[in-house]
C-alpha cells in the first residue's frame, strides 16, 4: 500500500524545468496527430499555445478513438431507446432492465491494433479494459464474449496470432473468475495486417444502484484507485488512431501489460465499495487513462478539477507529469467520493491490498488544473475542448453493389456429401472447440447446458444468479456480405443477433456494437460505414433492437490494405424461464423438422461460393437481402412455440445455409437426421436466405397449425435418428466422418509447428 | 446437526462462491466466508479450499497461499483431523502446503483446458465418496492450465499400494500420472482434486454427478 505521504520526501523537482511545460508548435501538434486546424483550435481554446502537457491532453480527448470524430454524424442514426433501456450509449457501458430489480450492463469494445503488435498482451488488456467498463457501473460481470477475425490461415502471421490472442483472453479472463461463454472467429486475407480481437462483456447490477461517471459537488475529492501508474501505453488511443505500416512492431512500447489478478482484486474492491453510500462517480483510466478520465467526468458534470500529479502512485521513478497523464497502464480507477468518505473507501482498498491516493478535487472553476509538487504545469478549459471537438462529415461514396450472380456460370453442385464436408470443415465453418476450450466457459456456475450442450450453439445461455431466468448472449457479423452491400449487410448483423437469441427462446432486449473499419479519410471506406450503419439502424429500428453501447475503430489498414467492413453486433436477451431454452442439438430420434421461413435459394455471397466453389469478392455476387418485417414475423413466431414448449431444438440457418445448420445440429447431439428436399441443388442447400430457422419437434402438427394462423411459412423438413445425414432416404454420410471434418481443422491448424 | 463450512477466501480465488453454492445445497446453512488473513479458524466440519488464481499463481500456483496465515490454521486443523477438500487451486494449496504428496506441473497439452471429463471412482468408503459406488464413472469439468499430477515413483506406488488414489480420468486431460485426478492424504479425511465437483451439482449445469461428493461431506461429517 502506497500512501501519498510517502511521496513528500522525494526530492522536488521544479515545473520550469520540465519540457512538460514548453509551449508547443503547430509541428508538435503534428507530430502528436492533430492536423493544423485542430492545432489551431487548441491555440484558441487556452488564448495561447497549449504547453507540451496540455496539448498531450488534447491531443488523445480529439483522437478518434476519444472524440469519434469522423463517426459520430453517423451513430446519431442508432436508435437507442426502449421502454426496458435504462442507460443508452454515453456512459461506459449500456444498461437494460432484465426483471427482478437487476440490469444487465454490456459493451464490446476492439483491441485491434494492440492485439496485432503483441497479442497476447493486446488481447488480454481488450478484456481487462471491457470489464471495467462493466464494473464501474456497479455491475459484477457475469459473462464475456469475443469476436476474432484474422488473416488468411496460410500467411505467416496468422497461427502466432490465433495462438496469441486466444492465450491472452483465456489468461485474462481465467484468472478473473469470469466465463467466457460465446463469441466467433473467422480468417480472411483482408485480415493479414489488421486481426480483430472485439471483447464484449456482460454485468449484473441492482436496477436502481447503476454508477455513472458524472462528477457533482465542487470540494469532493478526486480518488485514484487500483494499480500504479506506468510508462506503458502512452498514447495507445492515438495509435489506435492511425493505419499501420510495416513498422508496426515498433509500436510495442504503446501496448499495455494486463495483470489480471489486480482486476480480480478491484472488481472486488470496487463493488464492495459501490455497496456502501460513498461513491459520487466512478470512470475506468482507460484510453487516455488519466487524462481521459479526469476530464470526461468533469465534463459530464459541468464542473472543473484540479490534480496533483505528484501524488499520483507510480510504479517506476522519475515520471513526468506528461507521461502520467497519458500513460495507459492497466487495472486503475478514478472516483469522486463523497465528503468525508475517504476512510471508508481507504480500509476496503487497503483490504484488497491496492493503491489508494486522494489525487485532487472538484473545482467549480470549469478549468483542468494540473499541479506538479505545487505548481501549475497544465491549465485548460474543459467546457471548451470537449463543446469544440472536432467533428468531421467526411466524403463517402457509396458502394455499388455487385451484379446479381448468374447462376448459369456456376459450376453444378456434384456430390452435396464433398461440398457438406468441405463447408463444415473449412477455416471458418469449422468447430472452434479448440479456442473456448481455452476459457473457463464455467466458472460462477451459471453457465447453462442444454440438451448437453455448452459453447457452440446460436447464442450463450448465462443464469441469471439466484433466479430461474437467463441471459442470451451472441456477438455477430457477415463481413463479406458487408463489403458487397454495406446496408444490406448491416442489417444482417443485426438480424443474425436477432435470430440468434430468438432460437433459443430468449426476447432480443438491446445490442452493443463494434464497428470496425479501414480509413474514414478514404471515401469508399466511409462509404462502408456509412451504408453500414445506416442498414443497422434501420433494423435496430424494425426489430425493436435499440443500441445502448458501442465502439468504432477506424483506420484498420496496413500497407493500404483495408480490412473488410466489420460492423460486429452483441446482442443481448432474457429467458424469463430459463427451463424452456432449446438449443441446437436434437435430445432424441423420432422428433420432425419443420424449415420455418422461405426458401428461395439466394446463392450471391454465400460460404458456399466462398469455401466451394473459390468465388469471393464482386465475383460473388450481392448477398441475401434482409426483410426486416419478416425477421421480426418470424423470430416473434419462433418465441412463441418456444415459450408453449413445441420445441425439442432449434437452429437459425445462417453460413452455409440450410445443410450445414441440419449437420450442426446433428453434431451437437450426435442424433442424425433424415432430410427430405425436393430440389437437390446448391441453391436449396446452401443458399442463405434470411429469416430461417429449422426446429426439432414432437409437436410438428401443432407447430404446422400455430405457423399458419402466424402467417409464417413453415413446413416439414424431416426427421431425426439414426447416426448419419441422409438426404430423401438415398444417400447419407455418418455423423462420424462429418465430425472428423468439422472437428479436425482448427486443432491440427493451430498445434502444427509450421 | 448440519454441517459446520467453511470456504477459504484468497485474494484471486474465484470458485469460492461456487463451493459455498454447492455446499449450502447439502448443508442447509451457507458456509463461513474465511479471509486469508484469518489466524484463528471457528469450529468447522468441513474447510472447503476453492479453485482460482490465489494471489495471481505468478510465482507457482498456490505456492505464495500456502504461506499466507489462514494456511497455518488449516494444516494444524487437517492435523487434528478437521475433512479438507481442496479443488483446483485448492488442490495445488495442499500439496505447497505438504498435506498432500506430489505436485501439479503445467498440462501436458500446454493449454488451459476446461471441458467435461469422466473419472472413475476408485474408492467409496471416505467421507468424500460414500455416496458413490466402486468404479462409478462421473462426468465432472476440469478448468486448469497446471493439472498434472507428478510424483516420484515411491510416492505414485504409495498412492496406489494405499487406495490413496481419489478418482481416475478416463480420459486424462493433462497428462496427470497414472491418470490421477484426485488423491487423499493417508487418513482419506483430507482431498484434494482437479475436476470441480461444485461445477457439477445440478442438470442445468450439463451434470450433476459432483452432487454425490457434497451429500457424502453432509451425511458423515456433519
Known amino acids: ?754 | 446437526m448440519s454441517l459446520r463450512a467453511g470456504v477459504v477466501v484468497f485474494p484471486g480465488s474465484n470458485c469460492d462462491r461456487d463451493g459455498a453454492v454447492a455446499l449450502a445445497m447439502v448443508a442447509g446453512r451457507k458456509p463461513k466466508m474465511i479471509w486469508h488473513q484469518d489466524t484463528k479458524l471457528p469450529p468447522l466440519d468441513l474447510i472447503f479450499l476453492p479453485g482460482g488464481f490465489s494471489y495471481g499463481d505468478y510465482l507457482r500456483c498456490g505456492a505464495i497461499a500456502a504461506h499466507s496465515p489462514v494456511m497455518r490454521e488449516v494444516v494444524a486443523a487437517a492435523k487434528k483431523g478437521v475433512a479438507v477438500l481442496g479443488v483446483c487451486n485448492g488442490f495445488h494449496l495442499l500439496t505447497e502446503s505438504g498435506l498432500l504428496p506430489g505436485a501439479l506441473i503445467r498440462n501436458a497439452g500446454l493449454k488451459f483446458v476446461c471441458r467435461s471429463v469422466d473419472l472413475t471412482v476408485e474408492r467409496t468408503d471416505t467421507p468424500y465418496a460414500g455416496r458413490y459406488t466402486q468404479g462409478q464413472s462421473l462426468s465432472i469439468p476440469v478448468a486448469h492450465g497446471d493439472g498434472n499430477y507428478t510424483a516420484d515413483a515411491d510416492t505414485l506406488a504409495r498412492l496406489n499400494d494405499e487406495g490413496r488414489v481419489a478418482f481416475r480420468y478416463r480420459d486424462n486431460p493433462n497428462g496427470s500420472a497414472d491418470n490421477i485426478a484426485g488423491i487423499y492424504n493417508e487418513t482419506g479425511r483430507v482431498l484434494g482434486m482437479m475436476p470441480h465437483p461444485e461445477r457439477a451439482v445440478e442438470p442445468m449445469l450439463g451434470s450433476s454427478d459432483g452432487l454425490g461428493l457434497f451429500q457424502s461431506i453432509a451425511e458423515v461429517l456433519a
Open chain 1, 1 to 754: 500500500m502506497t500512501t501519498t505521504r510517502r511521496r513528500t520526501t522525494r526530492k522536488k523537482k521544479s515545473a520550469p524545468d520540465l519540457p512538460d511545460v514548453q509551449p508547443s508548435t503547430e509541428a508538435d501538434g503534428i507530430a502528436q496527430g492533430l492536423s493544423a486546424e485542430e492545432y489551431a483550435r487548441a491555440v484558441e481554446i487556452c488564448g495561447r499555445p497549449p504547453n507540451l502537457l496540455e496539448l498531450g491532453i488534447f491531443s488523445v480527448m480529439w483522437s478518434e478513438h476519444c472524440s469519434y470524430k469522423s463517426s459520430k454524424k453517423w451513430l446519431r442514426q442508432f436508435p437507442t431507446e426502449a421502454p426496458w433501456v435504462i442507460l443508452g450509449p454515453g456512459e461506459n457501458a449500456g444498461a437494460v432492465d432484465i426483471g427482478d430489480g437487476l440490469a444487465a450492463c454490456f459493451k464490446m469494445e476492439s483491441h485491434n491494433h494492440p492485439s496485432f503488435i503483441e497479442p497476447y498482451q493486446g488481447a488480454a488488456t481488450g478484456v481487462g479494459g471491457i470489464l471495467r467498463d462493466v464494473f464501474t457501473m456497479g455491475a459484477r460481470p457475469v459473462a464475456i464474449l469475443n469476436a476474432l477475425r484474422f488473416g488468411d490461415p496460410d500467411h505467416p502471421k496468422t497461427r502466432h496470432l490465433v495462438a496469441g490472442v486466444v492465450r491472452g483472453i483465456g489468461g485474462y479472463g481465467n484468472c478473473v473468475g469470469v466465463p467466457t461463454v460465446g463469441g466467433e472467429c473467422e480468417f480472411d486475407p483482408a485480415y493479414n495486417g489488421n486481426p480483430l480481437v472485439n471483447a464484449m462483456a456482460v454485468g449484473i447490477a441492482p436496477a436502481d444502484r447503476i454508477f455513472t461517471a458524472k462528477a457533482e459537488g465542487a470540494g469532493n475529492p478526486v480518488v485514484y484507485v487500483g494499480a500504479k501508474t506506468g510508462r506503458d501505453g502512452i498514447h495507445g488511443a492515438t495509435m489506435a488512431s492511425t493505419t499501420f505500416d510495416d513498422e508496426a512492431e515498433q509500436q510495442r512500447p504503446t501496448v499495455q501489460v494486463g495483470d489480471p489478478f489486480t482486476e480480480k482484486l478491484l472488481i472486488e474492491a470496487c463493488l464492495e465499495l459501490m455497496a456502501t453510500d460513498a461513491i459520487v462517480a466512478i470512470q475506468d483510466m482507460g484510453a487516455a487513462g488519466l487524462t481521459s478520465s479526469s476530464f470526461e467526468m468533469a465534463s459530464k458534470g459541468g464542473l472543473g478539477v484540479e490534480l496533483a500529479l505528484d501524488r499520483v502512485p507510480m510504479r517506476e521513478t522519475g515520471m513526468r507529469p506528461y507521461e502520467i497523464m497519458l500513460s495507459e497502464s492497466q487495472e486503475r480507477m478514478l472516483m469522486i467520493l463523497k465528503p468525508g468518505q475517504e476512510a471508508v473507501a481507504e480500509a476496503i482498498f487497503t483490504k484488497w491490498e491496492l493503491d489508494f491516493a486522494v489525487i485532487g478535487t472538484l473545482t467549480d472553476s470549469g478549468q483542468m488544473v494540473l499541479t506538479w509538487n505545487g505548481e501549475t504545469v497544465a491549465d485548460v478549459p474543459i467546457r471548451p475542448l470537449a463543446d469544440e471537438s472536432p467533428e468531421y462529415d467526411r466524403p463517402w461514396v457509396e458502394t455499388v453493389p455487385p451484379a446479381p450472380l448468374d447462376r448459369a456460370s456456376l459450376s453444378p453442385l456434384g456430390d452435396w456429401k464433398t461440398a457438406l464436408t468441405k463447408l463444415l470443415g473449412s477455416p471458418n465453418g469449422s468447430s472452434k472447440r479448440w479456442i473456448w476450450q481455452q476459457y473457463d466457459h464455467m466458472v460462477m456456475g451459471d453457465s447453462m447446458v442444454v440438451n448437453g450442450v455448452g459453447p457452440g450453439g446460436d447464442s450463450a445461455l448465462v443464469r441469471i444468479h439466484g433466479t430461474a431466468r437467463a441471459l442470451a448472449l451472441t456477438s455477430d457479423c457477415t463481413p463479406r456480405y458487408c463489403q458487397a452491400d454495406p446496408r444490406q449487410g448491416g442489417m444482417q448483423a443485426v438480424a443474425e443477433a436477432y435470430r440468434n437469441l430468438s432460437a433459443t427462446g430468449a426476447k432480443p432486449l438491446a445490442i452493443t456494437d463494434n464497428l470496425n473499419f479501414g480509413s474514414p479519410q478514404r471515401p469508399e471506406i466511409m462509404g462502408q460505414f456509412v451504408g453500414c450503419t445506416q442498414g443497422m439502424a434501420e433494423a435496430c429500428e424494425a426489430l425493436d433492437f435499440p443500441v445502448v453501447s458501442g465502439n468504432v475503430s477506424l483506420y484498420n489498414e496496413t500497407n493500404g490494405q483495408a480490412i473488410l467492413p466489420t460492423p460486429v453486433v452483441g446482442g443481448l436477451g432474457v429467458l424469463d424461464d430459463l427451463s424452456k431454452a432449446v438449443n441446437i442439438a436434437f435430445p432424441a430420434g423420432g422428433l420432425e423438422l419443420v424449415l420455418i421461413g422461405e426458401t428461395d435459394g439466394h446463392l450471391g455471397c454465400t460460404a458456399y461460393l466462398r469455401d466451394v466453389l473459390g468465388r469471393t469478392g464482386p465475383d460473388a455476387g450481392p448477398p441475401p437481402q434482409v426483410r426486416l418485417a419478416i425477421e421480426k414475423r418470424n423470430g416473434t413466431f419462433v418465441r412463441s412455440i418456444i415459450g408453449k414448449g413445441l420445441v425439442a431444438a432449434c437452429h437459425d440457418l445462417s453460413d452455409g445455409g440450410l445443410l450445414v445448420a441440419a449437420a450442426e445440429m446433428a453434431l451437437a447431439s450426435g442424433i442424425g437426421c433424415s432430410l427430405n428436399i425436393t430440389e437437390v441443388s446448391a441453391a436449396m442447400l446452401f443458399g442463405e436466405d434470411q429469416g430461417r430457422y429449422i426446429v426439432a419437434t414432437a409437436h410438428a402438427s401443432a407447430v404446422l397449425s400455430a405457423a399458419y394462423a402466424a402467417n409464417v411459412p413453415a413446413g416439414k423438413l424431416g426427421v431425426t435418428g439414426g447416426d448419419a445425414l441422409t438426404l430423401n432416404r438415398g444417400r447419407s454420410i455418418s455423423l462420424q466422418d462429418l465430425r472428423a471434418s468439422h472437428e479436425g481443422w482448427l486443432p491440427s491448424y493451430a498445434d502444427s509447428e509450421t
